[in-house]
C-alpha cells in the first residue's frame, strides 16, 4: 500500500498504526493557511526594485504573525500587468477589490520533533508493505512530495 497523503491523513487512515508509525507520522504535523491571490500591491516594498519573490511584511507587533506575499510574475516568469500576488493568512490589509480568489489548504508545519521523525522515515515506509510519501519528507514543497514519490518507486524496483 502506498500512502501518497499529507502525514496526519496517512496516520488517520491506519486502522492499526504500530508504534513507530504512530509516532513519526504523528511529529509531522499540518497548519491550516489562507491564500489569497490579489493585484494589490500595496502591500509589496515602497521601492519596486527590492521586491522579489518572497516578500515579508512585519508589523512591529509581537502577538501578530508576519505576512508573507509570493510575487507570482517573478516566481512564474510572468510577463503581465498587474502583478499577480498570493499572501498568506493575511487579508486584512488586502483590497478586497482586487482579490481575485481565496484558497485554505495545509502546509507541512516544521518543528524539531517533525525534523527528527523525518530521519526516522526508514522504520516505516517499506515496512509491511506500506510505503509513504509526501512533501513532509523534505522541505514542504511540490519538489519534495515528488522526490519522495520516486523513492517509493525505486523500492518497487522502477527508477524513472
Request: charged letters at 20%; hydrophobic letters at 40%.
Amino acid at each position: 500500500v502506498i500512502f501518497a497523503t499529507h502525514s496526519d491523513q496517512a496516520l488517520a487512515l491506519l486502522k492499526d498504526p504500530s508504534d513507530n508509525e504512530s509516532s513519526v507520522l504523528g511529529a509531522l504535523p499540518y497548519q491550516k493557511n489562507l491564500a489569497i491571490l490579489h493585484t494589490d500591491t500595496s502591500i509589496m516594498p515602497i521601492t519596486k526594485r527590492t521586491w522579489s519573490s518572497w516578500n515579508y511584511l512585519l508589523s512591529g507587533d509581537k502577538g501578530k504573525s508576519v505576512t508573507l506575499t509570493y510575487n507570482m510574475n517573478i516566481l512564474q516568469s510572468l510577463d503581465a500587468k498587474p502583478d499577480f500576488l498570493v499572501t498568506l493568512n493575511s487579508s486584512a490589509e488586502i483590497d478586497p477589490a482586487k482579490i481575485i480568489k481565496k484558497i485554505e489548504y495545509q502546509h507541512p508545519l516544521f518543528t524539531v520533533d517533525g525534523a527528527r521523525a523525518q530521519r526516522r522515515k526508514k522504520q516505516i515506509s517499506g515496512v509491511n508493505n506500506t510505503f509513504y510519501c509526501g512533501a513532509y519528507w523534505g522541505n514542504g514543497f511540490h519538489e519534495d512530495g515528488v522526490n519522495s514519490a520516486l523513492e517509493v518507486c525505486k523500492d518497487f524496483g522502477a527508477f524513472l
